[in-house]
């Protein structure tokens, strides 16, 4: 959980690695979008205080700072789980059926894309693709991937992994 | 938001063109737009208004010129000497009732139950260019009303999202409360860090927003159905006192 | 020693270096190979175990193309490439060196994926480490760029680099040689160099590709933009969903500085050039270079209004160029070999090769680099091999999300700017997804408009709405409730959408439409309800 940033923030070095992305870019209001990859790198996603943080030392106001976060898929204001399956929904993939993926997760651990079960132990995230094409159909499990795969055998990869996992 | 470059000076010479085969001169570095409304040619517009920067975005302002097949929003696009416009064909006019049918299917406009009724931008240009029915489904969605500003209104079921509040309150107030945020069709105004307005800790209750709002989307608290005229703020007028006073 | 002779003889050194080793082999070290890591180590420790270090060098290369039987593994001197090996092939591999290949693994030497090819491009990519300057170097790179600062003139490069008719290779083909005359003519004092490589379309993967297996090319082509230009900060937008990628450019460019092929005073002239990273955040908008300079000023990556072009207003208000990575990638070959050289291959319009993603319902998916001109044909059915599995060839999809479907009536086509786009389609940045009987053209196009939907920024509305209203007449075929009413709906708001959006994405949204109401529009018919059915209205 990311601290604010007052006069402990030295004690947590995640926030002296986003500082010097802004220091870097001589706290400019350009530095936004590498400030939160930054800070998304550093805890995981963004939450309120890290915003209000980055929006103060960039003097840009909060709406737009925010404006920015949400336009953009890769970040995130919610945490993610423990565990991620990410599905790649490009067009090869989907050519060759990651669609029934995701609805075979939705129906098997009632998860859309973006969401995370409420034991907060797996986060579905689909990502528009990975440009591994010829690998098509692609899923990555914690980094991983699972790739040339029938919907039965990935299914069956993402059950081994998830009870791995557990 | 990135204005278009700003005029060049002064000094700048007279270009002749002709807007729907009509002789007019202006200035060099002034848009279609300017030209047209300076000589009395009206072109329907959403998104512009004068005095905040131009966007091009509603795309109603779509006028031909000669030796282009494209269309060219008339906000954003500087006249040039000879060039020949046209801005009212049926193709045009048929593009523009279009645009016009999406705006009405995108959210749930129900102008009987309106406070800007009968001073909606959006309702008397549906009327202008003859729009009876939506051609297209509408989408119905669920969007919320934020009635936690002490004076002021946002309901998002009648926003078209032109961005004048967007623009009058960074460019003219200075406050920037409020942005976009989403992308596409989730796209949604909202305040600071989607804060209820209310809440906001950078609004100064100025008002400019409701007042350049196009529909009823930004309204006064307290107005029955068709009450809220909206008193655009001189805009022009601002912007130039403010670039005097700078000097 | 002056820095020119200097890297020569680094050049040199390498050369010795790798030439003093018997075998070489190069294992693709791409993202589509996976377990490369492994297969390596396998590979020097079996090398290890026969005390054959100082014979046999294993290197990691970059992407040798035929993704769908990688990993890859090529042996040199020999030019023998190996299929799908696996940590456990090593010993074998090892073993066969100097003597009969592997028959197992091996790939036929006469394979039209690669006979059929022109490697231009692509022809270091698997052949170099792409994290080793040296290997680069050794190869000759950065020969162009050294020439071209030390010994031309920027009128004398922007010259050369017109007459080749190289057109820009991320999709829209302006004449490359144009844009650059254009930046360099551009009033103002400071001028940017931006290297487009927001590769979003789903299906395409040629500019990671470049980047993960020469980034050194890309650098090298943009140093020379750079100075032709008179631009003196570069920026490289990429996605960071391609890690790998990311990482290879940082390395590239640490390197390129420490050998002063970028920085102040390049190769010991005046001439300042620096480049710095951006990445991308996951919108496929940002691929259009007015949302991309706003991305890169820290915006919404909402696209401006044009004119005015980035080469007269750009970056922060200044002339800048904006070039792909396929683009940029030409130049040092350009430079090299002279404008004839590149416009001797390809059409009257469009010169030179392209390099496509191949990939859906096909048998040899991977990275293939043609000259112009070659027909779809022989692309999808002698390179790519054909469809597998007894189905039969149904479409192929150029272009990516916004581009159109091209049935079999046209595979004779030539490949080039003008022909795919009087096909209904466009040469896009280069994806090629072949599709076969057993897809459902307007489920596939229902695809691809989610996709303009999710993506578009929603800032003018025909591409805000249009897309989703479009998106949801398709659910209505693919529901197989829709009406003629519908039908007649669908192609008003393509041409709607098509006519009136502010940039590229909402202006080609409606091509995969188009092409399959044009192409299988019977496939459409088959899901309408009853053609008589009730007009829907909304209230006002």
Partial sequence: MPTPPSDLHLQDKRWETIDRVMRRHDFRQDALIETLHAAQDAFGYLDADTLRHIAARLKTPPSKVYGVVTFYNHFKTKPKGEHTLVVCTGTACHVKGN????AWMEEHYQLKPGDTTTDNRISLLEV????????????????????????????????EWLNDAA | MTPIPPHPPETAQTLNLTINGRQVSAQAGETILEAARANDIFIPTLCFLEGLSAQGSCRL???EIAGSAKLHPACVTRIQEGMEVTTETERLRDYRRNIIELLFSERNHVCAVCVASGHCELQDLASELGVDHISFPCRYPTLAVDASHRRFVLDHNRCILCTRCVRVCAEIEGAHTWDVKNRGIRSLIMADFDAPWGDSETCTGCGKCVHVCPTGALFEKGLAVAEMRKQRPALPTLVANRATEQR | MTQREALQQQAEQRQQVLDAFSHHLLVCAGLGCLHNDEIIK????????QGLEQQILVRKAGCMGLCALGPLVLVLPDAVYYQTVTPQDAGEIVAALGKEPVQ??????????????????????????????????????YASAVNAITAMSPPEILRIVGESGLRGRGGAGYPTGLKWATVAQAAGERKYLICNADEGDPGAF??????ESTPHAVLEGMLIAAYAVGAHTGFIYVRAEYPLAVKRLQLAIREAERNRLL????????????????????????????????SIEGRRGTPRPKPPYPAENGLWGSPTLINNVETYANIPLIIARGAAWFAAQGTEQSKGTKVFALTGRIKHAGLVEVPMGMTLREIVFEIGGGIPDGHAFKAVQT???????????????????ESLSALGSIMGSGGMIVMDDTSNMVDIVKYFMEFCMEESCGKCVPCRVGTAQIHSLLQKFCDRQASADDLAALETLCDLVKTTSLCGLGQSAPNPVLSTLKYFRQEYLDRMADPSGPHQEGQL
């Fill in chain 1, 99 to 102: 669609d029934r993926v995701l």
């Fill in chain 3, 206 to 211: 040629m500019d990671r590709s470049v980047l």
């Fill in chain 3, 399 to 417: 272009g990516g999300p916004s581009g159109g479907c091209i049935p079999a009536e046209h595979l004779d086509a030539p490949i080039s700017y």
């Fill in chain 3, 42 to 49: 396998a590979l020097r420790k079996e090398i290890a175990a």
């Fill in chain 1, 128 to 159: 528009r693709c990975v440009g591994a094409c010829a690998l098509a159909p692609v899923v990555i499990a914690d980094g991983s991937i699972i790739a040339k795969k029938s919907l039965a055998e990935s299914t069956a990869m993402i059950r």
């Fill in chain 3, 104 to 141: 197992r693994l091996l790939l036929p030497a006469d394979l039209p994926f690669f006979s059929k090819q022109q490697k231009k491009v692509l022809a270091l990519s698997g052949r170099i480490d792409p994290e080793n300057i040296d290997d680069y170097l050794a190869a000759g790179g």
């Fill in chain 3, 263 to 294: 920085g102040q005073g390049v190769c010991g002239t005046s001439f300042d050039f620096t480049v710095q990273l951006r990445l991308g955040a996951g919108a496929f908008v940002c691929g259009e270079e007015t949302a991309l300079i706003e």
């Fill in chain 2, 61 to 63: 302002c779509m006028v």
